[in-house]
């Protein structure tokens, strides 16, 4: 069972730049994807970003693309979302989660275990 936890969120004005972490409780972490998504209030939670086991490949949503980037250190137990250029569409809560599939990374069925949710509040 893998335990997932998520932290630096917090509020930013228009513009502002955010790192969140995900850190996990096992080492085999490091064999998993690992994925980002969101969910504003009254919204489902949104695809943002994902990265492959080794960190070669990784997949962003369209309206992140070019502001976000994710990268892991596997020797932490690690995944980073850089998020630059942030602008109020961006709050909502985020969260991570780990797969061990290979099945479409935008869904949240590919993934089998989630963290807790980071609160990312983006004011003008």
Request: aromatic share 14%; proline share 2%; with cysteine.
């Amino acid at each position: 069972q893998v335990q997932l936890v998520e932290s630096g969120g917090g509020s930013v004005q228009a513009g502002g730049s955010l790192r969140l972490s995900c850190t996990a409780s096992e080492r085999t972490y490091s064999k998993y994807i690992v994925g980002w998504f969101r969910q504003a209030p009254g919204k489902e939670r949104d695809f943002v970003a994902a990265i492959s086991w080794r960190g070669e490949t990784t997949s962003f949503a369209h309206s992140v693309e070019g502001r976000f980037t994710i990268s892991r250190d596997d020797a932490k137990n690690k995944v980073y979302l850089q998020m630059n250029s942030l602008n109020p569409d961006d709050t909502a809560i985020y969260y991570c989660a780990a797969g061990a599939g290979a099945t479409n990374w935008q869904w949240t069925q590919t993934y089998d275990y989630w963290g807790q949710g980071t609160q990312v509040t983006v004011f003008l």
